[in-house]
């Protein structure tokens, strides 16, 4: 059923012969489209070129996806599905729907990418259709025109059932070992994307400095932590495409709970908020980065205390990072400083070595979570991998994760010291894996506790 039919409660739309030939006479050209590759194109043919020489003699489906209904006939922004884009190089301008077939049956492998046209204007798509109608969301690219930026012939995709009939030995995401290998595809960056991973970590820089000069409104205002998210996220907007995922602005005991997105509640003077946030680009790459700020400027006794306990943390990972060694190396370093400082502040019934120890484990009552995860076109990219390739696997240049180690101590934790409770603290960082060791790319966000108060300080005129 069209979409204007299903919603007839709200249709409008003329329908009689009189108002279809008006309507779809005396239209000018469009100004056409730049029909040049575009950069992301060759990268991605170069991986497409790598998938087919693993899989001779299959047809290989990859599928965009489709719009998501968000609430009746009203739709969430789309996102297309990050290995299409990954194998085709099309990010936020990708037409939903469409579909890469890559068939390598033959000698030479044969690539088309299955989209809908554009339609005419003499269409009533064009007009009485919500979903897909120029006049209600704007014009699509022509196949020509997609051909062209891609350097993938096209075709329509009202071709896709009848050609489909001819492929036999198909792989499509439903098929387990095909996902899994697509993510293990991913997990070491080309040229182009560490140049994008870049640019969204400087916007998203961008943002927490926007970030910082909402703090004074964010503490005036019941809904504080919201007036961070919306500070962050018209960063991400004007400057991107959208947010990587939903901010967390946690203000309080609020920076806790994990993965606190309510972001509902006040933001009051002498607390750490602490902002988890990132900018993804029109490519679809994401920065993810976190830090913990001090609403006043200035961190307490016992916040510093906790902050620099994360700090010490950070940086033992970032001691350990170089290829050759696994990646759960990574959060081996980062754990055994937390497990050192608790017991040290006493809150643990036995020693950091006891603690440390497969059985135990006290410490991690205060940091339940990884310390890193693999970043790119999803903020937890490559996460079909399996795990001798991911946790088990071996770092290679060319990686791009994030370190984020974190100390939470709940406010009604009893056995926490009553100054200590209620302060949680993450610092997070997007790492690039080099040739010697790692480039933390997100340098620039300052991480120490005085570089903190002076930056916060620098950005309140």
Known sequence: MSKNKSVSNRSRTPQSKRFMQFISSDWGEARPAKKTLWESAKYAAARRAKLAAKYPNRVMIVEAGGMKVRSNDTEYRFRPDTDFTYLTGWGSATVPDSVLV????????????????????????????????????????????????????????KKLESDSRKFDRKLTKNTGSFAQHLSTMRFVKDAYEVAQLRKAVAVTIDGFAEVARAMPKAT???????????????????????????????????????????????????????????????????????????????????????????????????????????????????????????????????????????????????????TSHHLGLDVHDCAKARREHYQDGILEAGMVFTIEPGLYFHQNDLKVPKAYRGIGVRIEDNVLVTAKGCENLSAKLPRTPEAIEAWFAANQS
């Open 220 to 370: 005036g205002h019941a809904r504080g932590e919201r007036v961070v998210e919306t500070a962050f996220f018209a960063k991400a907007r004007t400057e991107g495409y959208d947010i990587g995922y939903e901010t967390i602005a946690a203000s309080g005991p609020h920076a806790c709970i994990l993965h606190w997105t309510k972001n509902d509640g006040p933001v009051k003077k002498g607390d750490l908020i602490l902002v988890d946030a990132g900018v993804e680009l029109d490519s679809l790459y994401t920065a993810d980065i976190t830090r913990t700020i001090p609403t006043s400027g200035k961190f307490s006794k016992e916040q510093r205390w906790v902050y620099e306990t994360v700090l010490l943390a950070a940086d033992a990972a970032f001691a350990v990072v170089k290829p050759g060694i696994r990646f759960r190396e990574i959060h081996d370093a980062a754990i055994a400083v937390i497990a050192r400082r608790v017991a040290e502040l006493g809150i643990i019934p036995v020693s950091a070595e006891e603690a440390l120890k497969a059985d135990n484990q006290h410490h991690r009552r205060y940091m339940v979570h990884g």
């Open 102 to 157: 890559i068939d390598t049956r033959g000698r030479t492998p044969k690539e088309t990418l299955y989209l809908r046209p554009t339609a005419g204007k003499n269409s009533d798509e064009f007009f009485a259709n919500p979903m897909i109608g120029e006049f209600w969301v704007g014009p699509r690219p022509s196949l020509e025109e997609v051909e062209a930026q891609l350097g993938i012939k096209t075709r329509d995709i």
